[in-house]
Nanobody
Framework: VQLQAFGGGSVQAGGSVRLSCAAS????????MAWFRQAPGKEREFVSFIGRSERRTNYADSVKGRFTISRDNAKNMVYLQMNSLKAEDTAVYYC???????????????????WGQGTLVTVSS
């Protein structure tokens, strides 16, 4: 399984960015997917999770109401729409996949067995 995240860039506070993650190899529709981020000097943190369909989603409190995760199983893609961006959203964003078929702690990085390379989002105030 390979994951490739893209769509990051520089944006002013209050703006929007849409991240994409393309998956290849394996059966994407069976994977649980998530986005994490890592800001400079900080640990990687959970951002959002989506189940095998779009019926189940979850967000970190810090992004709830501003970010929306979605997926297109036909295209093997997962997205993160980020609105009302703040300077504290600046980070490298990673998509992650759990291919085990079961997931317990969706907000824990060690739950996921495949990771994308990360895409940088810089929000200027």
């Amino acid at each position: 399984v390979q994951l490739q995240a893209f769509g990051g860039g520089s944006v002013q506070a209050g703006g929007s960015v849409r991240l994409s993650c393309a998956a290849s190899g394996g059966l994407f529709s069976t994977y649980y997917m998530a986005w994490f981020r890592q800001a400079p000097g900080k640990e990687r943190e959970f951002v959002s999770f989506i189940g095998r369909s779009e019926r189940r989603t979850n967000y970190a409190d810090s992004v709830k109401g501003r970010f929306t995760i979605s997926r297109d199983n036909a295209k093997n893609m997962v997205y993160l729409q980020m609105n009302s961006l703040k300077a504290e959203d600046t980070a490298v964003y990673y998509c992650a996949a759990d291919t085990s078929g079961s997931i317990w702690w969706f907000n824990m990085a060690n739950q996921y067995d495949y990771w994308g390379q990360g895409t940088l989002v810089t929000v200027s105030s």
